[in-house]
């Protein structure tokens, strides 16, 4: 059964920055759709990015130009590079994987961890 363990969160103020993590373990990693989702109180869960190769990325409008997903295939490792952080990002961070070739929606997720927890309040 595939895992998915995030790291990286906390708490910062407005314009700071965090580095989230994703490492994937008994998961084809390579190949497939991987994403972050994110779900602040109150809300449904989101897509935030998503991507299956670097040059098959794709961003949620209210994060383009601030947010960047890579991963380390070498590391089976997921990142989540956040720069100018609001205080409207504020939610749960999730990682999720599909053996899908789509990971935009919930229903397309096939795996989720357990989320990390990012706040951003002055």
């Known amino acids: 059964q595939p895992q998915l363990a995030e790291s990286g969160g906390g708490s910062v103020r407005p314009g700071g920055s965090l580095k989230l993590s994703c490492t994937a373990s008994?998961?084809?990693?390579?190949?497939?759709?991987m994403a972050w989702f994110r779900q602040a109180p109150g809300k449904e869960r989101e897509g935030v990015a998503r991507?299956?190769?670097?040059?098959?990325?794709s961003y949620a409008d209210s994060v383009k130009g601030r947010f960047t997903i890579s991963k380390d295939n070498a590391k089976n490792t997921l990142y989540l590079q956040m720069n100018s952080l609001k205080p409207e990002d504020t939610a749960m961070y999730y990682c999720?994987?599909?053996?899908?070739?789509?990971?935009?929606?919930?229903?397309?997720?096939?795996?989720w961890g357990k989320g990390t927890l990012v706040t951003i309040s002055s």
């Open positions: 991507i299956i190769s670097d040059s098959r990325v």
């Open positions: 999720a994987a599909t053996y899908r070739s789509s990971c935009a929606y919930v229903s397309d997720i096939n795996f």
């Open positions: 008994g998961y084809i990693y390579s190949n497939n759709c």
